[in-house]
Nanobody, 122 residues
Framework: QVQLVESGGGLVQAGGSLRLSCATS????????MGWHRQAPGKEYEGVSC????????YYADSVRGRFIISSDKAKNTLYLQMDSLKPEDTAVYYC???????????????WGQGTQVTVSS
């Protein structure tokens, strides 16, 4: 398993931006798929965005496409999620995930960070 440490969450007004960071304990290229899942109160996990380290393929949930961008810094072993035009419905705990195969399925990821809270006020 890889250790994942998220940061960058917080409280922001609707329309604002946040950037989440996920520091990893080893080269992110050792994980086939990495990304972000989120869980809002009373709801199931939702695959927000993922990147396949072998070819750079990116996935975005329909709910965030066009507003969020996933990226990585190989030298820093860090994964990022730039979140723009935030909406109240984006409020959730965001988890960095790794060692997975299917961004849509939380159960496919073997490594999880501790989570960071994102709250968007209206």
């Amino acid at each position: 398993q890889v250790q994942l440490v998220e940061s960058g969450g917080g409280l922001v007004q609707a329309g604002g931006s946040l950037r989440l960071s996920c520091a990893t304990s080893r080269s992110i290229f050792s994980s086939s798929t990495m990304g972000w899942h989120r869980q809002a109160p009373g709801k199931e996990y939702e695959g927000v965005s993922c990147i396949t380290t072998s070819d750079g393929y990116t996935y975005y949930a329909d709910s965030v496409r066009g507003r969020f961008i996933i990226s990585s810094d190989k030298a820093k072993n860090t994964l990022y999620l730039q979140m723009d035009s935030l909406k109240p419905e984006d409020t959730a705990v965001y988890y960095c995930v790794a060692d997975g195969s299917n961004c849509r399925k939380a159960s496919s990821f073997g490594s999880w960070g501790q989570g960071t809270q994102v709250t968007v006020s209206s």
